[in-house]
C-alpha cells in the first residue's frame, strides 16, 4: 500500500530529475528553470527546500549525489553543454539555522560539445569518479584524484558510442568478481542503427572500457537505465525505459584466469511491459532491487515486483498527479490517499479531470492461497505459480474497465 | 469543415464551455460527474468529467471555419466562415444582451463568391476580423473586416447577390466592404494574427508565408514554402511559429524568417491539426488523419536566431486518448495541459490531461519520490499492518523490520532468530532450527571429543553420511502389531548424529523419538507427529496422536477416520487394505498422512513415495532415509537431494550442506532469488570454521548488508553486527583509527595506564575530591606533564580514552549505572579534526547545540557543521 502526498516544488518549470543521496534524507531536483534544488527531511517527515541555485544556463537535465564518505557533493548536467559538481559548504552566517544550506561550483565539465544528457557517479568502490554522456555519443568519465580537492577533475576515459547517448548506469556490484561495468542508452529512434544499450566492462589489463555486450533486441529509442543494486547477487539486472519497461539479467560466465578479453555476459530477458502504452521515460529500483518503478506517457507510475519464480508483475499503479491508487491487492479498503492541499487548491481542475483514461488493470487476487504453509518446502509454490496466469496473458488484460468500481474517488476530489 | 470532420473550440473565457462544429454548432458545459449524473443527456468525458448539451445552432450551413471572440463581451459570439467565402457573426444560446443583438446575425460578405478558409480575430482590437478565402482571378483573398462597421452603400446591392442564402437577412446586417483587401491574386489557406504586435497578420499563402502590416498594406514579409498550412503562433514565445504541409510540421522564427529553424519528422499521414499548449512552454500537438493518437513535440529549448548550432532538444511522445480515431482536439486555455478530444465518428468527446514526463527516485528507506510537470510527489509505503497482510512485503522492508528486531543477534538460542524475523518464514525456521541443532551437537561433541568433530557437524549430513561406518541393521517389531515386521532399520554413529542434526531424538545413544514427539503435539503437529511416530514403528502411538489431533480444540475429526484406516494396517501383500491405501492416499490433502499410508504401503528399501514427496519438511525426509536407506541408497538420496535445494535456493537445504562451500552455493541461490543478504550473512557468521568466510561472495554479502545498514542510518545495528562479525572472523576487527597521544613524550595516554581510576573522578577533574589519582588522570601517565585543557572549562582533560566500564573493578562494576556509562562518555577527548581545539565530549556537544563557531576564542572554525553526517541522527536505537 503506497500512499502519494504533494510537495509544493516551487521550480518554475518542468523539473526533469529527482535524487535521493544516500541515507534518503537530502534529494535534490533539477529543472528546466535552469536551477537544482536541495531538499532535506526533516524528523517528522516533512521535506523542506535548504538551497535553491541556477547551476546552468540551460535546462538542467540530471542531478545526482556522491557516497556521503566524499562529503555532501552533488553532479548536474545540462542542455548547456556542460557539468557541474557542487559541494555543500559551512554558510558564512548561520544558514543552517534558517534551514538554509549553501552550494558552491566546484568544477565545471566542459569536454562536450552538445548537450549532456546524464551524469552519475561511480560506485564508491572506484573511489570519487564521475561520468557523463553526452548527446554527441560520448561518454566521459572523471576522476578526482585527491577527494579533498573538488576544483580538479581528470578526464581519463573518452569512450565513443557512435550513438546519441541519452542515459548512463553503473553497475553497483562492489564484488571484486565484476569488474566496472556501465550501461548506456541512446534515444536515437531510428530503429536501423541496432541495439541501443551498450555494456562497458573495464578491463584490468588494458585499462581501457571496452564493449562487453550490445542489447540488439532494444531496437528503439531508450529514455532511461538503470541497474540494479546488485545485494550480492551472482547476476546483473537491468531495467530499461524505452517503448515499454524491459528487464535484463546479465550473467557472467564464469570466466577462466587466462582469458583478457571482456566479461561473456549470457543475456535473458526476464520481463517486457508495455502497460504504458507507449514510451516509458524513467525507471528505478527500490535498495534492493526487488521492486521497479517505472513512469510513461499514460501519465502513471507503476510498480513492478517479483514474486520467487522470477516473474514479474504489476503490483501498484499510481497516478502522475498523485490521485487515487491501488495497493498490490487491488482491493481498496484503505484508500487513504492523501492529495496535498497546495495542489488541491492550484489545480483543482485538472486533479478532478486527469482521470480519463487511466484505469487500474484488475490484479491478480492475493496470492492467499500460495503462502505456503508451515515448512512446506517450495517446490510445491513451482506448482502453484505455473498455475498462475503466465506473463503474456498478463499483459494482454484490458487496460479499460467501464465500471467504475475499483476506483472510489475520496472525498477530497473537487473540494 | 465539411459534416464527417468536427472541430472542437474552448471558449476562451468559460473554463467550462466549448463547442463542437460539424454540420451545426453545439455548445457543451463540462462539469464533474457527481453533480451531472443526475441530469438526462450528460455525455461522460473521462472518470471524472462530462458533458452537458447547452445550447445547438444550425442557422448557419455550409460551415467552413469558425473563430469564437477573444473578448469577454458579448460572450459566446462565433464568426462563421462559409463555403461561399460569407462570414457569418453567430451566438449560441445567451441572452442577447445590446451588444450582442446588433453583431449576431450580421454577414460579411466578399465580391466574389469563393470557400472562406480561416479566420482570426484581432487578439488586441477585437473588432478586426480576419478571413481567408480561396483564390479568385486577380481578387484580394486575406480580407479584414471591421464588425463594428455600418452597412456599407452597396449593402442593398450585395444582398441582391446573396440570395442563395437561407436566412431571410436585414439588409443593414450586411457589409461588403472590408477594411482591408490584401493577398491579391493569390489564395489564402491560413491566418493568425502575431501576438508580438497586433497590426502583423500571418497569413499561410498558396506555396508562400506572409506577413502583412496593417499600417502599410503595400509591403509584406514573405517566404516561399510549401508549409502554409495551419500556421499558429507560440503563446509562450511570441516569434515561434508552427505550420505544416502534409506530414510534415516546420517551425518557424520570425526574427529569422527566411527558412524553418526545424522541422519535425514527418507522418506518413497529412497533418490535420497542429495547436501550441496554452499552458505550458513549447508543446506542439499535432494530430494526422485516421489516427487515434496525437503527437506530442516537447520543445524545450527557445531558438536563439544566433547562429547557434545545436540543434534545440525536441522530445517526441504520443498519447492515446481513446481506441477510435480522432477527428479533432483542442487544448484547454487555462487548465494545465488538458485537452478534449473528439472522434472523427459520432462525436464522442474524451477529456483528457497529458502528464508531463515523470521522473522518479526510490529512497534507501522504500520511498519514492515523482516530479510531474512542476510537482513533487513523495509516496511512502504506509505500513499499514492487518489489511495488507495478504500483500507480501518487499524483503527491503523485512530486513529493516529485522534489523531491528536484532534478527540473528541471538547466538544462544539460535532457533530463536526466526521468531525474530517475524516467525512466518518456514524457510528461516528451518534454517535457525538447523543452525541451532548444528551448535547443539558441536557443544555436545566438544564435551565428548575435545573439539575434533566440530567441524564435522557443520559440515551438513551430506558430509557425514558419507564418511558412514559400521552401519547395523536390524529389524524392529511393529509395537501395537503382534507381526514380526519386516522393514530394516540401519544404525550407525553418523546416521544417529543426523537425526540429532534433523532434531527427531535429542543426545544419547538410543533413538527415542517421544521428546519430539510431545513437543510436535504441543504445537498442534498432529499429522506431523503421527507420521514420525509410525516411522519409529510405533503405530499404537501414531493411532493415538491422531485421534487427540481430533478431539483437541478445532481439531479435524478426519484424523479419526486417517486413525481407523491406519489401524487396519496388514503387511499382507495382496490385500484389499493395501490395494485401497496405495490408490487413496494420493488423495490425501495432508503430505503426511499421504507419506504414512506410502510407507506402509512400500515395499522395503524402495521408498520414493516418502522421499519424493516434496511437501514433506527436507529434515523429515533426510531423518526418515537415515533410518531406512542403506549406505549405498543414502548418500545417492541425499546427494541428490542437496543438489535440487541448492538449485531451488531452499534454506531447507541447509541441513544437508551445512556450513560448507555447498553452503555457500546454496546461499547463493537464496540470495539471487530473494535479495536476502542479512538471513546470507548472520546465518554464514554463525559456524564456528572459519572456512565459508573467506569465500568471496561471503564477504560480499556481509559488506552488501553492512551497507544497507549504513544506508538506513542503523549505525548501532552496523556497530553491534561488526562486534558479532569479529568474534566469529578476527581479521574482519577494524583497526584503530585514532591514537591520543601525549604532547610533550608522545606516548599514547591510554598506555600504560593500567589503574581504574577512582570513582570520584568527576569531582577530581575539578579538584574538589581529594583523590590520590588526581595527578594521574589529568596527566600523562607516561612522563606526568599536564594533557591539554578543554577549550569551555579550561580544565586538563582527565579521563582517559581506554577506560571504559565493567573493566573495573567487580565493586564498582555494580554502581555503573545507564547515566554513569554516560557520564563517561562525556569525559572522553573531543576534537575538531579541522581547527584541531576540542574538550570534553559533553562539553563540546552542549556547546555546539547553541553555537557554531568553535569555542576558541578568535578561532571562526564551524566545527559542527564540516561534518553533515554527524548531523544525521541515527535510525535505529542502540
Known amino acids: 500500500m503506497f500512499v502519494a502526498r504533494s510537495i509544493a516544488a516551487d521550480h518554475k518549470d518542468l523539473i526533469h530529475d529527482v535524487s535521493y543521496d544516500f541515507h534518503g534524507r ?32 540551460g535546462s538542467v ?41 549553501h552550494w558552491i561550483k566546484r568544477t565545471t565539465l566542459v569536454d562536450s560539445r552538445t548537450s549532456v544528457t546524464d551524469v552519475k557517479f561511480a560506485p564508491k568502490h ?108 551472482s547476476f546483473h539486472v537491468l531495467a530499461i525505459a524505452t517503448k515499454d519497461v524491459r528487464i535484463f539479467k546479465l550473467v557472467p560466465m564464469r570466466k577462466e584466469s587466462t582469458s583478457t578479453g571482456p566479461t561473456k555476459l549470457e543475456v535473458q530477458i526476464v520481463a517486457q511491459f508495455d502497460n504504458h502504452n507507449s514510451q516509458v521515460w524513467r525507471v528505478s529500483w527500490n535498495i534492493t532491487s526487488t521492486l521497479l518503478a517505472s513512469s510513461g506517457d499514460d501519465g502513471c507510475v507503476r510498480l513492478w515486483k517479483a514474486n520467487y519464480m522470477d516473474n514479474w508483475k504489476c503490483t501498484g499503479i499510481l497516478k502522475g498527479d498523485g490521485s487515487p491508487l491501488t495497493g498490490s491487492s487491488g482491493q481498496p479498503t484503505a484508500m487513504s490517499t492523501v492529495v496535498g492541499s497546495s495542489v488541491q487548491t492550484s489545480q483543482n481542475t485538472q486533479n478532478g479531470m486527469s482521470a480519463g483514461r487511466y484505469f487500474l488493470p484488475p490484479l491478480d487476487p492475493p496470492r492467499a492461497g500460495t503462502r505456503y504453509g508451515h515448512l512446506l518446502p517450495p517446490s510445491s509454490l513451482i506448482e502453484h505459480c505455473d498455475a498462475e496466469p503466465i506473463q503474456p496473458q498478463q499483459q494482454a488484460l484490458p487496460h479499460r474497465i467501464s465500471s467504475r468500481p475499483l476506483l472510489p474517488l475520496p472525498e477530497a476530489e473537487g473540494q | 469543415m465539411s459534416g464527417s470532420k468536427p472541430d472542437i473550440l474552448w471558449s476562451p473565457h468559460h473554463p467550462d464551455r466549448y463547442v463542437i462544429c460539424d454540420s451545426e454548432l453545439g455548445l457543451y458545459r463540462i462539469g464533474p460527474v457527481g453533480n451531472s449524473e443526475t441530469k438526462a443527456g450528460t455525455l461522460p468525458l473521462s472518470e471524472e468529467t462530462a458533458a452537458t448539451l447547452l445550447a445547438i445552432n444550425s442557422d448557419t450551413p455550409y460551415m467552413k471555419c469558425v473563430a469564437w471572440y477573444p473578448k469577454h463581451e458579448p460572450e459566446c459570439l462565433l464568426a462563421v466562415g462559409q463555403a461561399n467565402g460569407r462570414v457569418v457573426l453567430t451566438s449560441l444560446g445567451q441572452s442577447h444582451n445590446s451588444t450582442c443583438k446588433e453583431l449576431v446575425g450580421k454577414e460579411f460578405v466578399p465580391k466574389h463568391a469563393r470557400q472562406c478558409n480561416t479566420l482570426a480575430w484581432n487578439p488586441v482590437d477585437s473588432n478586426l476580423l480576419a478571413a481567408g478565402l480561396d483564390k479568385h482571378r486577380a481578387d484580394f483573398s486575406v480580407l479584414i473586416w471591421d464588425i463594428s462597421s455600418k452597412y456599407s452603400p452597396e449593402a442593398s446591392v450585395s444582398s441582391e447577390k446573396i440570395r442563395l442564402s437561407s436566412v431571410d437577412l436585414d439588409s443593414s446586417s450586411v457589409v461588403t466592404k472590408p477594411l482591408y483587401e490584401l493577398g491579391q491574386n493569390d489564395a489564402c489557406l491560413s491566418l493568425c494574427w502575431l501576438l508580438r504586435d497586433p497590426k502583423l497578420l500571418l497569413a499561410g499563402m498558396h506555396r508562400n508565408l506572409a506577413i502583412f502590416d496593417l499600417r502599410n498594406t503595400s509591403q509584406k514579409t514573405f517566404v516561399n514554402t510549401k508549409a502554409i498550412q495551419g500556421v499558429t503562433v507560440d503563446p509562450h514565445f511570441h516569434d515561434r511559429v508552427a505550420s505544416f504541409y502534409e506530414g510534415q510540421v516546420a517551425i518557424w522564427d520570425l526574427r529569422k524568417f527566411e527558412k524553418p529553424v526545424l522541422t519535425l519528422s514527418e507522418q506518413p499521414k497529412p497533418l490535420i491539426k497542429v495547436a501550441w499548449c496554452p499552458t505550458r512552454n513549447g508543446l506542439l500537438a499535432t494530430l494526422t488523419r485516421d489516427s487515434n493518437i496525437i503527437r506530442l513535440y516537447d520543445m524545450q529549448h527557445t531558438p536563439t536566431p544566433i547562429g547557434d548550432e545545436t540543434e534545440p532538444t525536441i522530445i517526441e511522445r504520443s498519447v492515446q486518448p481513446y481506441e477510435s480515431q480522432i477527428g479533432s482536439f483542442a487544448w484547454h486555455p487555462s487548465s494545465q495541459n488538458r485537452m478534449v478530444v473528439v472522434s472523427a465518428a459520432n462525436r464522442v468527446m474524451t477529456d483528457f490531461t497529458v502528464f508531463e514526463r515523470i521522473s522518479l527516485a526510490w ?41 531491528q528486531s536484532r534478527y540473528g543477534h541471538d547466538t544462544v538460542q539460535v532457533w530463536k532468530n526466526h521468531l525474530l524475523a517475524g516467525g512466518s518464514d518456514p524457510q528461516l525456521k528451518s534454517l535457525w532450527y538447523d543452525l541451532f541443532y548444528m551448535k547443539q551437537c558441536a557443544e555436545d561433541i566438544e564435551l565428548k571429543l575435545q573439539g575434533n568433530k566440530q567441524s564435522v557437524v557443520y559440515s551438513g549430513i551430506k558430509n557425514i553420511v558419507k564418511t558412514t561406518s559400521g552401519t547395523t541393521e536390524s529389524r524392529r517389531c511393529w509395537s501395537g502389531s503382534e507381526r514380526q515386521s519386516d522393514v530394516p532399520r540401519y544404525h550407525s554413529e553418523e546416521r544417529c548424529l543426523s537425526l540429532r542434526l534433523c532434531g527427531w531424538i535429542s543426545r544419547g545413544p538410543d533413538i527415542d523419538v517421544e521428546v519430539f514427539l510431545r513437543s510436535l503435539e504441543q504445537e498442534r503437529e498432529w499429522e506431523r507427529a503421527s507420521a514420525v511416530a509410525l516411522f519409529n514403528l510405533d503405530i499404537r502411538r501414531a493411532i493415538q496422536i491422531l485421534n487427540k489431533g481430533a478431539t483437541a480444540e478445532k481439531g479435524d475429526l478426519n484424523l479419526n477416520v486417517v486413525a481407523m484406516a491406519l489401524s487396519g494396517y496388514t503387511d499382507e501383500k495382496s490385500s484389499l487394505w493395501r490395494e485401497m491405501c496405495s490408490s487413496l492416499r494420493l488423495q490425501l490433502k495432508n503430505p503426511y498422512l499421504c507419506v504414512m499410508f506410502a510407507f506402509l504401503t512400500s515395499e522395503p528399501g524402495a521408498y520414493d513415495g516418502v522421499l519424493y514427496e516434496s511437501s514433506v519438511a527436507v529434515r523429515d525426509r533426510v531423518a526418515f532415509a537415515c533410518m531406512f536407506l542403506s549406505d549405498a541408497q543414502l548418500p545417492r538420496y541425499i546427494d541428490k537431494l542437496t543438489n535440487e535445494m541448492k538449485e531451488a535456493g531452499n534454506l531447507e537445504g541447509i541441513l544437508l550442506t551445512g556450513l560448507t562451500k555447498d553452503g555457500v552455493d546454496l546461499m547463493e541461490s537464496y540470495v539471487d532469488l530473494t535479495g536476502d543478504v542479512q538471513t546470507a550473512s548472520f546465518s554464514m557468521l554463525k559456524g564456528s570454521p572459519g572456512e565459508v568466510l573467506k569465500d568471496p561472495r561471503v564477504q560480499c554479502w556481509i559488506e552488501n548488508y553492512r551497507n544497507l545498514l549504513d544506508a538506513w542510518r542503523f549505525w548501532h545495528k552496523r556497530a553491534e553486527f561488526d562486534i558479532h562479525r569479529g568474534k566469529l572472523d578476527p581479521s574482519s576487527k577494524p583497526l584503530a583509527q585514532v591514537f591520543v597521544s601525549c604532547n610533550f613524550c608522545g606516548k599514547s595516554i591510554s598506555y600504560s595506564c593500567s589503574v581504574m581510576p577512582h570513582q570520584g573522578r568527576g ?51 555494580l554502581d555503573l549505572t545507564r547515566e554513569n556509562k554516560l557520564a563517561q562518555f562525556n569525559n572522553w577527548f573531543t576534537w575538531c579534526h579541522n581547527c584541531r581545539h576540542g574538550g570534553h565530549a559533553g562539553h563540546m556537544l552542549s556547546w555546539f547545540k547553541e553555537h557554531t563557531e568553535c569555542p576558541v576564542s578568535g578561532c571562526t572554525c564551524k566545527c559542527m557543521q564540516l561534518d553533515t553526517t554527524g548531523n544525521l541522527v541515527p535510525s535505529d536505537s542502540s
Not at chain 2, 513533487?376 to 527491503?396: M, Q, R, T, W
Not at chain 2, 577530581?764 to 599536564?786: D, F, I, L, N
Request: charged share 20%.
Open chain 1, 61 to 101: 537535465w540530471r542531478v545526482t549525489w556522491a557516497h556521503p564518505e566524499f562529503g555532501q557533493v552533488l553532479a548536474s548536467c545540462s542542455f548547456d553543454r556542460t557539468a557541474a559538481v557542487w559541494e555543500e559548504i559551512v554558510g558564512e552566517s548561520n544558514d543552517k539555522q534558517r534551514g538554509l544550506s
Open chain 1, 26 to 57: 537530502r534529494m535534490a531536483t533539477c529543472s528546466s528553470d535552469q536551477s537544482v534544488k536541495v531538499w532535506d527531511k526533516s524528523e517528522n517527515g516533512e521535506w523542506h527546500c535548504t538551497a535553491s541555485w541556477k547551476t546552468h544556463s
Open chain 2, 363 to 403: 529512497s534507501s528507506t522504500t520511498s519514492l519520490m515523482w516530479a510531474c510537470g512542476r510537482h513533487l510527489y513523495d509516496c511512502v509505503e504506509d505500513g499499514a499492518e492487518g489489511v495488507d497482510s495478504v500483500i507480501e512485503k518487499d524483503i527491503a522492508t523485512k530486513m529493516r523490520q529485522r534489523a
Open chain 2, 763 to 813: 569531582f577530581s577533574q575539578y579538584g574538589v575530591s581529594g583523590s590520590p589519582t588526581k595527578s594521574k588522570v589529568t596527566s600523562c601517565p607516561g612522563c606526568r606533564k599536564p594533557l591539554p585543557r578543554c577549550a569551555l572549562c579550561l580544565m586538563n582533560m582527565g579521563t582517559p580514552v581506554s577506560n571504559c566500564p565493567g573493566t573495573g573493578k567487580s565493586d564498582e562494576r
Open chain 1, 126 to 233: 572506484m573511489g570519487l569518479m564521475l561520468t557523463t554522456c553526452s548527446a554527441d555519443g560520448v561518454v566521459r568519465i572523471y576522476e578526482a584524484p585527491d577527494v579533498m580537492n573538488l576544483s580538479q577533475w581528470s578526464l581519463q576515459h573518452e569512450i565513443s558510442c557512435k550513438l546519441s547517448c541519452s542515459c548512463i548506469s553503473w553497475n553497483p556490484s562492489s564484488s571484486r568478481a565484476h569488474p566496472p561495468m556501465f550501461a548506456v542508452g541512446s534515444d536515437d529512434s531510428n530503429v536501423n542503427y541496432g541495439g541501443k544499450v551498450q555494456i562497458y566492462e573495464y578491463n584490468e589489463n588494458t585499462r581501457k572500457y571496452a564493449k562487453a555486450e550490445t542489447l540488439m533486441s532494444v531496437a528503439d529509442a531508450v529514455h532511461d537505465i538503470a541497474f540494479a543494486p546488485n545485494l550480492g547477487r
